[in-house]
């Protein structure tokens, strides 16, 4: 059901506490929409949410993000990730740093980092260790490719493991890819040639249909494989 | 007979409305009464200069370019009741200490642009997915000199007429005017009159809004 | 106990909110709806060649000053009988803090606007009057309307002062001569008063929200209170006829609209009997 900001949404059936999600916003007693898009709710009921696209990005804690390094600083580095202010990412935040072994990245590097703090009134900051067991796990720096932006709902949909274009694509030509959360995919393939076309194809299959998934793949076979 | 082959003196002209029309912007939209078309794009929440940045709400730059000539004190006006609109739509509170830019540019003018510039800029947060609280609705009607009231003057009906009023409505409380502006002379009869009209006209805008949006996010 | 004027600091919604829920402004004028008017009229001895009239307007803690030049000009080519009036409005620096000597601003554009789409067209003055000769010479009226003082609720002071002025304006009788292609018009004398059709008074009420969102309107915001309103209407009524000649709001009920449209009649009255 489609929803624009203003309508009221009816609170869901349900004993648990129901957590509202993005795009809603509590208004005294009633559900109120913030961003137009399509209203979906949780199966059990408990979660409630506006399914929207956007191309800003705002952080939000633990999302994983890529950002470009802009400075350099003795605690850290100061990393663009396309939000509203620049995030700090500490030097000390990597597996295995310590004050004698930091971590050197260079102006103008990419990194793949998790959101660690994301608040309205400070500046986020992000890491890049796994909470969990404080290994990198695909976190650092990312050397080579190609990194493109493209809009947040493209992003989530390349997350979905469903996506069939990535299984297509993966079949004809092998590739490596980073999503960030914050608009931003970073890609790498065998030649330059593949990886430009494959970011052509991938951001293109935002607009195509799931179902169409496999022709639509088709069309890129050639470049994909021809020799030059 | 008015404009567009129209009738009746409390029509409207053909609307029209598209979303995503410029290919940088985080939002950008496209509106029109007839041949009356503004476009509106919005960048944001951005970085903002330390000056103008506010420690607990967003702050929010507007500007008004008109279809030709420089802008003047007209269009400053239209950003000041601009701003108060979006003001109280927009949930600035949640992106403090940045800023949300919004940008009118005028493509067409056979009167009324400034309800069309309401209107796009509205579409434009909304295509942004800027948090808002509302949508805005805006309506401009004229009295000629005969006393009849029109809906949506084209620029020969607006040249002639004794008073103009252009009013906006969100869509979430009609018993509430967010915005009025009425030039020329009239009677406190004549403005509740053309505020009765426009409340209509303005919700016939938000069901067009809708279906417009429920258009796009059609499953294919 | 805190201090009054460390709690209207802190945390001004509240200190206002606290006054208006009992129907007092925390300036010390009465109620809500009615305002205390305090108007000067002052007309200078001294008057300036080029200058035909000043006047200093009081409204409340405004300092207004309005100086009606009278210029002779080409007229347009497709209105060849039509006089031109331009009011400007200006805020140099005397009047207020936040004032600096650059370009005018957004506020001061809007405030020039608000008060130029009242006075355009035939609405206040049949610019007919104005013609010298059709299609060679016209009176060109330049209003220009100077505040001394700034405390809030510019467009109200503003048109007072240009009423006031426009009222008071005498032009000298103007002879165009077809020989010379010149106009000539004695400077000292003042015979030829404007026929002004319209008197127009403004009303300004400052939005204010209550607690649990009940909206109520306060009439001549000040400056401080204009912070803490959420939105202002403003109404002008015409003092001769108490026709509306303009209505400017933002988030306002409609009814609360209709109300303030009753006080700036009933105000438009009082005023013109001063």
């Given at each position: 059901m489609v929803v624009l900001p203003g309508d009221i949404v009816p609170i869901p059936e349900s004993e648990q506490t129901v957590r509202v999600g993005p795009g809603l916003r509590q208004d005294v007693a009633?559900?109120?929409?913030?961003?137009?898009?399509?209203?979906?709710?949780?199966?059990?009921?408990?979660?409630?949410?506006?399914?929207?696209?956007?191309?800003?990005?705002?952080?939000?804690?633990?999302?994983?993000?890529?950002?470009?390094?802009?400075?350099?600083?003795?605690?850290?580095?100061?990393?663009?990730?396309?939000?509203?202010?620049?995030?700090?990412?500490?030097?000390?935040?990597?597996?295995?740093?310590?004050?004698?072994?930091?971590?050197?990245?260079e102006i103008g590097a990419l990194v793949f980092a998790r959101v660690c703090l994301a608040n309205k009134d400070m500046d986020p900051e992000l890491d890049c260790v796994n909470p969990s067991n404080g290994k990198a796990d695909g976190f650092g720096e990312?050397?080579?490719?190609?990194?493109?932006?493209?809009?947040?709902?493209?992003?989530?949909s390349l997350l979905d493991p469903k996506n069939p274009f990535l299984q297509h694509l993966g079949a004809i030509c092998p590739f490596e890819m980073a999503v960030g959360m914050n608009g931003r995919v970073w890609v790498d393939a065998g030649t330059p040639k593949?990886?430009?076309?494959?970011?052509?194809?991938?951001?293109?299959?935002?607009?195509?249909?799931?179902?169409?998934?496999?022709?639509?793949?088709?069309?890129?076979k050639s470049d994909l494989t021809s020799v030059e | 007979m008015r404009s567009n082959g129209r009738t009746d003196e409390h029509q409207l002209r053909p609307l029209s409305a598209s979303f995503g029309v410029l290919s940088r912007a985080d939002g950008s939209s496209r509106f029109g009464f007839g041949t009356t078309e503004v476009l509106a794009s919005v960048f944001g929440p951005k970085e903002v200069r330390i000056r103008d940045e506010k420690i607990d709400s967003a702050t929010l730059q507007i500007s008004v370019r008109p279809l030709n000539g420089l802008s003047g004190p007209l269009h400053r006006l239209a950003e000041r009741q601009l701003r108060d609109l979006?003001?109280?739509?927009?949930?600035?509170?949640?992106?403090?200490?940045?800023?949300?830019?919004?940008?009118?540019?005028?493509?067409g003018d056979d009167g009324c642009f400034m309800s069309a510039a309401v209107n796009a800029a509205s579409l434009a947060l909304l295509d942004a997915g800027v948090a808002q609280r509302h949508l805005l609705a805006s309506v401009t009607l004229a009295f000629d000199p005969n006393g009849t009231l029109?809906?949506?003057?084209?620029?020969?009906?607006?040249?002639?007429?004794?008073?103009?009023?252009?009013?906006?409505?969100?869509?979430?409380?009609?018993?509430?005017?967010?915005?009025?502006?009425?030039?020329?002379?009239?009677?406190?009869?004549?403005?509740?009159?053309?505020?009765?009209?426009a409340q209509q006209a303005c919700a016939t805008i938000h069901s067009f809004?809708?279906?417009?949006?429920?258009?796009k996010l059609a499953p294919q | 106990m805190v201090n009054p004027d460390t709690f209207k600091k802190l945390h001004p919604q509240e200190f206002h909110r606290r006054f208006l829920g009992k129907g007092v402004r925390p300036d010390g004028r009465e109620g809500l709806m009615i305002d205390l008017l305090n108007l000067t009229l002052v007309t200078p001895n001294r008057i300036h060649r080029n200058c035909k009239?000043?006047?200093?307007?009081?409204?409340?803690?405004?300092?207004?000053?309005?100086?009606?030049?009278?210029?002779?000009?080409?007229?347009?080519?497709?209105?060849?009988?039509?006089?031109?009036?331009v009011p400007n409005v200006d805020f140099p620096p005397i009047c207020g803090s936040q004032f600096k000597p650059t370009a005018p601003g957004e506020f001061t554009q809007s405030v020039s606007e608000m008060v130029y789409r009242v006075v355009k067209g035939n609405n206040i003055l049949d610019l007919e009057t104005l013609c010298i000769e059709g299609g060679k010479a016209v009176w060109v009226l330049y209003a220009d309307i100077v505040f001394l003082n700034y405390e809030g609720n510019a467009v109200d002071a503003a048109l007072l002062a240009f009423t006031a002025a426009l009222k008071d304006t005498k032009l000298p009788v103007a002879v165009y001569s077809d020989v010379e292609g010149t106009v000539r018009a004695d400077a000292a004398d003042r015979s030829v008063s404007l026929d002004v059709k319209r008197v127009p008074f403004g009303a300004t009420f400052g939005i204010f929200e209550q607690d649990g969102g009940a909206k109520m309107a306060m009439a001549d915001p000040t400056d401080e209170e204009e912070a803490v309103l959420i939105s202002s209407v403003t109404v002008v009524v015409d003092g001769e006829s108490q026709e509306l000649m303009g209505t400017f709001g933002a988030q306002v009920p409609i009814d609360l609209m209709d109300q303030c449209i009753g006080q700036a009649k009933k105000r438009a009255t009082a005023i013109k009997k001063l």
């Open positions: 009633n559900i109120v929409v913030a961003k137009a898009g399509i209203l979906k709710q949780s199966v059990t009921g408990d979660r409630v949410w506006v399914e929207g696209n956007q191309r800003r990005y705002v952080p939000q804690l633990n999302e994983s993000v890529i950002g470009i390094v802009t400075a350099k600083h003795v605690e850290g580095f100061r990393v663009d990730i396309g939000g509203a202010h620049p995030a700090t990412l500490g030097a000390l935040a990597f597996e295995g740093a310590t004050k004698r072994n930091k971590p050197n990245l990312v050397k080579g490719g190609f990194m493109f932006k493209c809009s947040l709902g493209l992003c989530r593949q990886i430009i076309v494959l970011v052509k194809a991938l951001l293109g299959s935002e607009a195509v249909p799931y179902s169409k998934a496999r022709t639509y793949v088709k069309e890129f | 979006i003001e109280a739509a927009v949930l600035a509170s949640i992106h403090p200490r940045s800023a949300i830019q919004v940008t009118i540019q005028v493509t029109l809906l949506d003057p084209s620029l020969k009906e607006l040249e002639t007429a004794k008073s103009v009023h252009t009013f906006t409505f969100s869509n979430s409380n009609d018993a509430v005017i967010a915005g009025v502006s009425s030039e020329g002379v009239y009677s406190q009869d004549e403005y509740k009159q053309a505020c009765t009209v809004y809708r279906k417009t949006m429920e258009q | 009239r000043k006047c200093a307007r009081s409204n409340g803690w405004n300092t207004v000053i309005c100086g009606i030049k009278a210029e002779v000009a080409v007229p347009d080519t497709n209105h060849p009988t039509t006089g031109y009036l």
